[in-house]
């Protein structure tokens, strides 16, 4: 099989395309013939091997070098086989996933446990689009921000991969939203489902005499004590993410949200999709509000599989309106 391969940490050049043998799926393994892929900052930030912290830390992404060699968290394709013991799939079937890496490749076996039917209505290149940013909206608004319908929410980077889906998201479970964006993606938050829309090029959301019971966000454009200033008194805040930097950002803005937690009457979170122990469940439900046609992924642009170092380097400028896809075309 083809797979873009990492040779050492560093920029897209360094993913190179290379031919690999297929995997052969162990028990309770299930092999995927990618479909489509998707870039997200995690991507990068494992390319990277940055914030450097991170390697560092338990389950880290290797010291010196990569220790996942095959990026590609999201995934969507076709089972091509099945390993012994798995039930629940048969060769044929539509599938997505979340995944540590895999996704950059033409083939991947995948615990059965992490698979998930893909939506009816979503074609792969959709579907593909899914599973990081749209469990991240998922998990920061309603496990780690507890959002309850009739709550006033407000999404910093409301354009983004992960803010697209948490305007649909919070929109479906029945809060109002207002996001923020840049106005060139005004319209397309808007409509989206936001109520209302903050430009951040002219207006600062901080500054306002209105107060959130959630703030969730991806942007991380504002000082965490002024985001707080917006919460209601027993409002959450919840960061998803920041500027990247090399060595610690943008997991500064998490620790300072812990830290200020027990000193506050708000409660200051941290959303990880990453520590993924119940995304069988979290595709579930967005399965569900997909095919409702409550929720629908938003594609800025797509690329061949051979241009996949483009697509990661133009998501890594941090301005995509909404996902950047990349399609098993043009092998
Ligand atoms: N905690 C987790 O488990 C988890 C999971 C996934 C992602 N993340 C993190 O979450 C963040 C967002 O991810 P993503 O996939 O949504 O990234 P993305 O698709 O690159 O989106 C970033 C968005 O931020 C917007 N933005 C930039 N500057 C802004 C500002 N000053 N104010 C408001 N919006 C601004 C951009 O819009 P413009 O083009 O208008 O500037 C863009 O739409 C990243 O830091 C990522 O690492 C965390």
């Given amino acids: 099989m083809?797979?873009?391969?990492?040779?050492?940490?560093?920029?897209?050049?360094?993913?190179?395309l290379r031919e690999l043998d297929t995997p052969v799926p162990a028990a309770g393994?299930?092999?995927v013939r990618v479909r489509a892929t998707s870039v997200n900052p995690y991507d990068w930030h494992l390319m990277r091997g940055e914030p450097r912290l991170a390697r560092l830390m338990p389950g880290g992404p290797g010291l010196r070098r990569p220790d996942i060699t095959i990026l590609g968290c999201d995934m969507a394709g076709q089972v091509e086989?099945?390993?012994p013991g798995v039930a629940r799939f048969k060769p044929g079937d539509d599938v997505y996933a979340l995944l540590t890496g895999g996704g950059f490749g033409e083939y991947v076996s995948v615990p059965e446990s992490l698979l998930a039917e893909k939506p009816w209505?979503?074609?792969y290149e959709q579907a593909a689009a899914v599973p990081m940013a749209a469990v991240t909206a998922l998990v920061g608004l309603c496990?780690?921000?507890?959002?309850?319908p009739g709550q006033a929410v407000l999404i910093n980077g409301a354009s983004g991969g992960v803010g697209s889906f948490a305007v649909q998201i919070a929109r479906a479970m029945g809060a109002t939203v207002t996001g923020v964006c840049g106005g060139r993606n005004a319209d397309l938050v808007r409509s989206l489902g936001a109520d209302e829309v903050v430009d951040y090029q002219t207006r600062d959301f901080t500054r306002t005499d209105r107060r959130y019971d959630l703030v969730l966000d991806a942007a991380g454009s504002r000082?965490?004590?002024?985001?707080?200033?917006?919460?209601?008194?027993?409002?959450?805040f919840v960061v998803v993410g920041g500027p990247a930097g090399r060595w610690v950002r943008p997991a500064d803005r998490m620790f300072t949200a812990l830290l200020q937690n027990p000193f506050v009457s708000q409660r200051m979170a941290v959303a990880d999709a990453v520590a993924r122990d119940q995304t069988k469940q979290h595709l579930a439900t967005l399965t569900e509000l997909i095919e409702a046609g409550k929720v629908i992924p938003v594609i800025d642009r797509e690329y061949p599989f051979a241009e996949l170092?483009?697509?990661v380097a133009y998501q890594e400028q941090?301005?995509?309106?909404?996902?950047?896809?990349?399609?098993?075309?043009?092998?």
């Fill in 2 to 16: 083809k797979a873009f391969v990492l040779r050492a940490y560093g920029s897209p050049g360094q993913l190179e």
């Fill in 29 to 31: 393994e299930v092999l």
């Fill in 81 to 83: 086989a099945v390993g």
């Fill in 121 to 123: 209505n979503l074609s």
């Fill in 143 to 148: 496990d780690t921000g507890g959002l309850r």
């Fill in 223 to 236: 000082p965490v004590s002024a985001c707080r200033r917006i919460l209601t008194r027993r409002g959450v």
């Fill in 309 to 311: 170092p483009t697509a």
């Fill in 318 to 331: 941090g301005h995509a309106a909404g996902k950047v896809v990349v399609t098993a075309t043009g092998w």
